[in-house]
């Protein structure tokens, strides 16, 4: 087995136990919707907040990943561990938690009835100013995978801050509620 197989498998690995931990968060809020359904939107919201972590997490640290990226030699050993990392980090983490993320927090709103509050619009505004920053990175993924990066070290750094800003006025306008 060379080098390049035993880090596929290990990547096929990790996308399993990913996979099979979200069927049984899955399982889990369906078994308690319906064991006490009038306790559901508290842990859909848990696992709304608990998704949102994760994907700043990926979103905080994908930039990083490319800043070190950006110092490695295309076809170096340490370019091909940093292709896996941000492989990784993107597929199994930062997508996924993106994705549950929406998928909740568009049940949330509706069902609580904010989505026409101003707040929430702001909110939401800002949301899909990190969807669109989370694109940018997939990107970016994709072509350092490619040894095909334009941008310096320098870009990088830049762009790791938005992600820092966007949430910040994110949790502002959940928690303040400001207008």
Known sequence: M????????????????????????VAAVIGLFVAN???????????????????MAAMLYLPRLFIYHCDAEAGS??????????RRLLRIIANPAMMIAWVLGIW??????????????????????MSAVHGHFA???RLFAEDRNERPARYWRMMNEAPTVLMIVIVVMVIVRPF
């Open 77 to 86: 050993a340490q370019s091909e561990t940093f292709k896996v990392m941000e």
């Open 37 to 55: 359904p009038h306790r559901l939107y508290l842990w859909i919201k848990a696992v709304h907040v608990i998704a949102i972590i994760a994907w």
């Open 2 to 25: 060379t080098d390049r197989d035993a880090v596929q498998d290990s990547g096929a690995k990790a996308a399993r136990r990913a996979a099979i931990a979200l069927v049984i968060l």
């Open 108 to 129: 949330l709103a509706w069902t609580s009835g904010v989505y026409l509050d101003g707040w929430f619009i702001a909110k939401l505004l800002c949301v899909l100013a």
């Open 139 to 141: 990107k970016a993924v």
